[in-house]
C-alpha cells in the first residue's frame, strides 16, 4: 500500500505542475474568476482537513484490494480531466472565467459531459479517498460542492454567450455524471 500511495502523490504532483504549464497557452481572460471562496480558501480547508485527518491513523485505507480499486479510479479520473483539457485546447481557464474569442466545445468527452474536467478531478479525489486516507472524501465533498456552484456560474456564462447552442447543448448532455447529473 506505501507504494501505491507514493504513487498516487507523485502523479498528482507531475498532474498539477503540468496543468499548471499548460495554462499559460489559454486564450486570455475578459473576466470571471475564481469568486469569493477561491483556490486559497479551497485549499486551506482542505489542508485542515488532511492534517487532521492523516494524524489519526483510523481512517487510513488497509486492503490492497480497495487501494488498486482506488488507484483505477484515480487513474480514470486524472485521464479524463487531462483529456478534456487537451480538447478544449487554449478555451481553458480557471473555473467561472471568461474566454476572449470563446468557442463552444462539444467534442470528446464533452460530447457526454459538460464539465468533464471536474468530473475527473472529482473521481482523482475518491480514487485517492481509496488508497490513502478515507478524510479525502470530505475534500471530495468540498471540491465537489465548488465544482457545482462553478459550473452553475460558467452555464449562465455560455447560455448568455451562445444563447441558441447552450441551451440545446445543456439537454442533451449531462453536468458531471454521463446519464444521471
Known sequence: MHALRIAVGITWGVFWLGWLLAAFGAKRSIGGGWGRLGPRGIAAVAVVIVVRGVGGHSLQVHSPVVGVVGVAVFAVGLALAVWARVILGRNWGMPTTERAEPELITDGPYDVIRHP?????????????????????????IVGVYFVWAATVEERNLRATFPSAYPAYQARTKMLIPFLL
Do not use: F
Open 117 to 141: 474536467i471536474y468530473t475527473g478531478i472529482l473521481l482523482g479525489l475518491v480514487g485517492t479517498a481509496l488508497v490513502i486516507n478515507l478524510i479525502a472524501l470530505a475534500i471530495a465533498v
